[in-house]
């Protein structure tokens, strides 16, 4: 898919006449949100000329932008390198759909995570083909990985909670929806599209879904399903640590407790 900004036309800023919805769309705006919402997928920050290969917007254009944005609160500059500032965040707090119900998601999480001593993650699936982690929590381990989850995107096939969205879907629509070879993540990413829908019927059948070093190495994750009280499927929970650790394990354990957060969290998220 093109960029943002290169997915209109040219339009003067002051032109007008043009009753249509594309004729009024601003091009300077445009281009200051490709660049402010490709900064958001580098949390570690990225320079101009980065941020301006990704945006196929000129790198002189994509500096005066940054520097602009900056000014503005919404971007941070730490040397040559742009990150998210303090403005975006909070727009994103008064934006957040799910502000009302995280405080209570979150206490279920500490529990969890303390029970399993292990990180656990919260997931909304948001349409029938994406997903987005919305809470987190530590557990008290040494060791233990030290990703954040919150607000990233991975590719489906390699996440737990996004083989059990995938798994919800029939043969024929993952078939649709899923090229033959999907994005290679670690040298043990399932890549082969067969070979995923084989692991997507055993997910439905037992009722939860792994990741053994899919999306990184040496990342270990079980998830299962959150449902509302009609049965449908809104979310999904899951348990992540070292893979050595968590498959010494019995898997059953972990399951047991996902499930009985799950239950609770999906009065949270859809109280009948």
């Given at each position: 898919?093109?960029p943002?900004?290169?997915?209109?036309?040219e339009?003067?800023?002051d032109e007008?006449?043009?009753?249509?919805?594309?004729?009024?769309?601003?091009?300077?705006?445009?281009?200051?949100?490709?660049?402010?919402?490709?900064?958001?997928?580098?949390?570690?920050?990225?320079s101009?000329?980065?941020?301006?290969?990704e945006t196929?917007?000129p790198?002189?254009?994509?500096?005066?932008?940054?520097?602009?944005?900056?000014?503005?609160g919404?971007l941070a500059?730490?040397g040559?390198?742009?990150?998210?500032?303090?403005?975006?965040a909070?727009?994103?707090?008064?934006?957040?759909?799910?502000?009302?119900?995280?405080p209570?998601v979150?206490?279920?999480?500490?529990?969890?995570?303390?029970?399993?001593?292990?990180?656990?993650?919260?997931?909304?699936?948001?349409?029938?083909?994406t997903q987005?982690?919305?809470?987190?929590a530590?557990?008290?381990?040494?060791?233990?990985?030290?990703?954040?989850?919150?607000?990233?995107?991975?590719?489906?096939?390699a996440t737990?909670?996004?083989?059990?969205?995938?798994?919800?879907?029939?043969?024929?629509?993952?078939?649709?929806?899923?090229?033959?070879?999907?994005?290679?993540?670690?040298?043990?990413?399932?890549?082969?599209?067969?070979?995923?829908?084989?692991?997507l019927?055993?997910?439905?059948?037992?009722?939860?879904?792994?990741?053994?070093?899919?999306?990184?190495?040496?990342?270990?994750?079980v998830?299962?399903?959150?449902?509302?009280?009609?049965?449908?499927?809104i979310?999904?929970?899951?348990?992540?640590?070292?893979?050595?650790?968590?498959k010494?394990?019995?898997?059953?354990?972990?399951?047991?407790k996902?499930?009985?957060?799950?239950?609770?969290?999906?009065?949270v998220?859809?109280?009948?």
């Open positions: 898919m093109a943002i900004s290169e997915q209109v036309p339009v003067n800023d007008a006449g043009s009753d249509s919805e594309l004729n009024q769309l601003n091009r300077s705006a445009l281009r200051a949100a490709s660049i402010l919402i490709s900064v958001g997928e580098h949390p570690d920050g990225a101009a000329a980065q941020l301006a290969l196929g917007v790198r002189p254009t994509t500096f005066r932008i940054l520097l602009s944005l900056v000014h503005t919404l500059r730490d040559g390198t742009f990150k998210l500032g303090w403005r975006t909070q727009l994103g707090r008064l934006a957040d759909p799910y502000r009302d119900i995280l209570r979150q206490v279920i999480l500490d529990s969890l995570a303390a029970e399993v001593n292990e990180s656990v993650e919260f997931v909304m699936f948001t349409s029938p083909t987005e982690t919305i809470a987190q530590s557990s008290s381990r040494l060791l233990a990985p030290s990703q954040q989850y919150v607000g990233r995107s991975f590719p489906l096939h737990a909670t996004g083989k059990l969205l995938l798994s919800a879907l029939d043969d024929d629509q993952l078939r649709a929806f899923l090229p033959e070879r999907l994005e290679v993540v670690t040298p043990v990413t399932i890549t082969d599209r067969q070979a995923l829908l084989a692991e019927d055993t997910a439905r059948s037992q009722g939860f879904a792994t990741l053994d070093g899919e999306l990184e190495e040496g990342l270990f994750v998830a299962v399903p959150v449902r509302n009280a009609a049965g449908k499927l979310s999904g929970l899951a348990a992540s640590g070292l893979s050595q650790r968590m010494s394990m019995d898997i059953g354990f972990y399951v047991e996902l499930h009985a957060a799950a239950a609770k969290l999906g009065t998220v859809s109280p009948s």
